[in-house]
Nanobody, 124 residues
C-alpha cells in the first residue's frame, strides 16, 4: 500500500519560514517524480514544485519562485519543501504527490499518488 505522509505544517507569521516533509512508503521512491501542490479555501488546487527522480531537475511555480525550494533525499524516501518569506496568500493545504514523469508531476491529472495534506496558515 502506497502512503505519502506530510508533516511540518503550522501557523506562522508573515515573513516566516517552514519546511514541509513528505515521507513515502510502499513504492520505489527513486523511480518517481515528486511534487507539491496546494489548495487554498475556495480556490483550485495548484502546482507548487516538482523534482525529478535523481533530484537534478526541479521546477517551481512562478508564484513561489525564489522563495520556495523543493528537494529530496532518496535514502530517506522523503521529499521536502523549504518555504521562506511566507505570505498570507501562501495559506493553503499543501499536498505531496508522486508521478511517473516530470510533465505529469506538474498537473493534477498526471498524479498517481497523493498525500493527505498538511495545513499551512500565514497570518498578517
Amino acid at each position: 500500500q502506497v502512503q505519502l505522509v506530510e508533516s511540518g505544517g503550522g501557523l506562522v507569521q508573515d515573513g516566516a519560514s517552514l519546511r514541509l516533509s513528505c515521507r513515502a512508503s510502499g513504492l520505489p521512491f527513486n523511480t518517481y517524480v515528486m511534487g507539491w501542490f496546494r489548495q487554498a479555501p475556495g480556490k483550485e488546487r495548484e502546482f507548487v514544485g516538482g523534482i525529478s527522480q535523481s533530484g537534478a531537475r526541479t521546477r517551481h511555480a512562478d508564484s513561489v519562485k525564489g522563495r520556495f525550494t523543493i528537494s529530496r533525499d532518496n535514502a530517506k524516501n522523503t521529499v521536502y519543501l523549504e518555504m521562506n518569506s511566507l505570505k498570507p496568500e501562501d495559506t493553503a493545504v499543501y499536498s505531496c504527490a508522486a508521478a511517473t514523469s516530470f510533465f505529469a508531476a506538474t498537473t493534477e491529472e498526471g498524479i498517481r499518488y497523493w498525500g493527505q495534506g498538511t495545513q499551512v496558515t500565514v497570518s498578517s
